[in-house]
């Protein structure tokens, strides 16, 4: 069965640096999709950034990017200089290609210090 | 456009009583998922609808859950007797292709069941 693991239940960063959040997972599929959504206070889950598994490169949505390590099962996402909107819950989420359902991570909350 | 919306925003139902959530998708969007996020929790997938198929409710947790969705469009979640265990955010999303697609979730709607 599929698995989403993201080991860090809480992060915090100053405003303005860089901050990474962790995500792997598990699965025997060759073809997925990863997601990584942003849930702020309002509960409105937002789609920060996707990859599709076949493509090396790696996702880039303006300061946010992500490091997809396919033979490790890795998908860290990379939030640089960090702003205090950025503060939210990240969920890291997987989908087989054939499949509509989205396997979740259990969350990282993050925290802005201004 | 306007994306996807949720009403209401919050219920507080006495143990019981039966409550109705409904979910108004984007138009267009084919596809219609319902979850549930309890609190500090990832979501849960409780229902999907595509089309004109039979929905998949391998997720809902009980037969007092249900759920419909009416012309392909607007979408009600019905829990019947409800339970304390019932309180959580319950999430709809929409998107275009049924498959591995973009999810677009609306505000949610926050159940409390005293």
Same mark, same amino acid.
């Given at each position: ?6 080991? +860090?239940?809480? @992060? ?32 409105? @889950?937002?789609?920060?950034?996707? +990859?599709?598994?076949?493509? +090396? ?12 390590q396919k ?7 990379k939030i ?8 939210? @819950? ?5 989908? @087989? ?18 | ?6 009403? /209401? *925003? ?14 108004? !998708?984007? %138009? ?16 849960? =997938?409780?229902?999907? =609808?595509?089309?004109? *198929?039979? !929905?998949?409710?391998?997720?809902? /947790?009980?037969?007092? =859950? *249900? ?5 392909? %469009?607007?979408? #009600?979640?019905?829990?019947?007797? #409800?339970?304390?265990?019932? %309180? ?5 999303? *929409?998107?275009?292709? /049924? ?7 609306? !505000?949610?709607?926050?159940? #409390?069941?005293?």
């Open positions: 069965a599929q698995t989403v693991t993201q080991s +860090q239940p809480e @992060m915090s960063v100053q405003e303005a640096e860089t901050v990474t959040l962790s995500c792997t997972y598990d699965t025997s599929e060759s073809d997925y999709y990863l997601f990584w959504y942003k849930q702020p206070p309002s509960r409105q @889950m937002i789609l920060v950034i996707r +990859q599709e598994a076949y493509k +090396q490169q790696n996702a880039t949505e303006n300061r946010f990017s992500v490091n997809f033979a490790a099962k890795s998908f860290s996402l640089s200089d960090s702003q205090l909107g950025d503060a939210a @819950m990240y969920f890291c989420a997987y989908s @087989m290609d054939s499949n509509y359902q989205l396997i979740w991570g259990a969350g990282t909350k993050l925290i802005i210090k201004p | 456009g306007a994306g996807v919306s949720q009403s /209401p *925003s919050n219920k507080v139902t006495e143990k019981g009583k039966d409550v109705e959530l409904r979910c108004d !998708p984007i %138009s267009g969007h084919t596809a219609l998922y319902w979850y549930r996020q309890s609190l500090g929790q990832g979501l849960e =997938f409780l229902i999907y =609808f595509q089309g004109n *198929s039979a !929905p998949d409710k391998s997720g809902l /947790p009980s037969d007092r =859950f *249900s759920a419909e969705r009416t012309g392909g %469009s607007v979408s #009600t979640l019905t829990i019947q007797r #409800t339970q304390q265990e019932d %309180s959580a955010v319950y999430l709809c999303a *929409s998107s275009l292709a /049924p498959v591995a697609d973009t999810q677009y979730f609306g !505000p949610g709607t926050r159940l #409390t069941v005293l």
